[in-house]
């Protein structure tokens, strides 16, 4: 990494959001009730099932041991006797919901996240799914996927989740070095990913993804290498290279190595590398942390403009009803955000009561839509189209910022729009908070995001 380079990582390496969502959820306004949700959530369903059709995003929380760098929502335990009654909640949720639409869906795509989706045993899902799938129309370009644990996605789990119209399957990798896994408590072998992919793709399924992190204890040039080596032989069709958060404020358990971890400059330096490896690999930057071969949906959608990005990360998919189901799940429906509870008894039990199990939320205003669209049009597209009018409404300090970027070489803008240039790209979300007036009126450091960078 260049004297350049470095500075600017240096400057910009500040908490700021992944927009998976606008507002982001700290600062959604929680001006939502359950009744007015279900309001909004049915003049979705009107206005674009039959055009768009709905996306589902099933969380499933449980775990049967605590990867100690995760930041997901989730429950460790062994006892498999909470697979039915969880299933069953959600069940109910669903039923809720197809209750508010009045008719039958149209499917546009499933994604089942955790946890870890393969605690459930095969039978536990084909449960839940197969009753989702009697109660909704699938389109034929519906677009299904889960996150895989390599050491407990059975060939069982494949063939049932292939049987109902899985395709897609994504696997948790982060790092194969040894010492690595030991510290962050996700101890998986080389061989084991390896069968996993291979019978995955004998099954049927036609893209195989690996989530690598970059910035974990132990961590190293030498380690990300042999990694990515290990990667190349094994040829996934789409590879997220996630950037480590780090809040211990937050997950206690990433206090326990906090002493191995390397510094700012060593982080984006295994970025740096794991990009140039992957660039001869022959995979494509997509958008933020992710990359594709040629060919893949993905990528194809990328160079069509048509990529979209919400909870799930880059979809091909621009559903604008999305549907959380499980706790903590979180639903966009285009005019507002929902949010479920984040705790799984109290969850289980508004469902199975027949109320909302929906705790926060945000109703968008036009600024909000307006907001949103701009943002997902850089994080998406590396660039976006605007008015003389709103380019005139831009103030005093977006406009320093814009030029401070354009002096900087990281993006170029004018009256007409704005393009993030290739030395901007690893900026995208400090770029986009230049848009955000809803975090411009705070501090950013208040909400407990991850460092961009």
């Known amino acids: 990494m260049n004297q350049r380079k470095a500075s600017l990582v240096e400057k910009y390496n500040i908490p700021a959001p992944r927009y998976t969502s606008y507002p982001t959820v700290p600062l959604w306004s929680n001006d939502l009730s359950g009744e007015s949700w279900n309001i909004l959530v049915k003049k979705a369903f009107d206005d674009f099932n039959d055009s ?11 775990c049967e041991s605590l990867c100690t760098y995760c930041g997901c929502n989730k429950r460790i335990t062994k006892n498999h006797q909470v ?3 969880y299933i069953d909640a959600v069940i109910e949720e669903w039923k809720h919901y197809l209750e508010i639409f009045g008719k039958n869906p149209n499917l546009s795509g499933i994604h089942l996240g955790g946890g870890t989706p393969t605690f459930f045993s095969p039978e536990s899902l084909q449960k839940l799914l197969g009753f989702i799938r009697d109660s909704a129309t699938v389109l034929p370009h519906a677009e299904f996927s889960f996150e895989g644990h390599p050491n407990n996605t059975t060939r069982e789990h494949l063939q049932t989740l292939y049987n109902l119209g899985f395709r897609r ?21 080389f ?3 390896k069968e996993a992919t291979e019978l995955a793709r004998e099954i049927g399924y036609t893209s195989v993804n690996f989530d690598l992190i970059y910035g974990l204890p132990h961590q190293n040039m030498a380690t990300i290498t042999d990694t990515f080596s290990k990667v190349a032989s094994l040829k996934p069709d789409r590879i997220a290279y996630y950037s480590y958060a780090h809040l211990p404020s937050v997950f206690k358990a990433q206090k326990s190595f906090e002493a191995f971890l390397p510094n700012e400059t060593e982080k984006r330096r295994l ?3 794991g990009k140039e490896i992957l660039s001869d690999m022959g995979y494509f930057e997509i958008g933020m942390d992710h990359f594709a071969v040629e060919n893949e949906p993905l990528y194809e959608a990328k160079l069509a403009k048509k990529l979209h990005r919400n909870f799930m990360g880059y979809t091909t998919s621009p559903s604008r009803v999305l549907i959380g189901l499980g706790n903590s799940s979180i639903s966009d429906i285009y005019y507002a955000y929902g949010q479920n509870d984040k705790n799984i008894d109290t969850y289980k039990q508004s469902v199975l009561h027949s109320q909302s199990p929906i705790q926060k939320g945000h109703v968008m205003s036009e600024t909000d839509l307006h907001t949103k669209s701009l ?15 709103f380019f005139t409404s831009l103030n005093y300090q977006q406009l320093e910022k814009l030029n401070e970027y354009q002096m900087e070489g990281l993006i ?11 030395e901007g790209i690893p900026f995208i979300r400090i770029i986009c908070m230049t848009f955000d007036q809803r975090m411009m009126a705070k501090s950013e450091k208040q909400f407990g995001f991850s460092k961009a960078i």
Request: negative net charge.
């Open 412 to 422: 170029n803008y004018s009256p007409k729009g704005l393009e993030i240039l290739k």
């Open 169 to 189: 399957v994504s696997y948790g990798i982060q790092d194969f070095d040894l010492e690595v896994q030991k510290t962050i408590h996700r101890i998986q072998t």
């Open 52 to 62: 768009e059709g709905v996306t589902l995003y099933i969380h499933l929380p449980y």
């Open 83 to 85: 697979e039915i009654p």
């Open 271 to 273: 970025y740096e590398k």
């Open 375 to 389: 943002i997902l049009d850089l994080i998406c597209n590396h660039s976006t189209d605007w008015s003389y009018d």
């Open 191 to 193: 061989e084991k990913v």
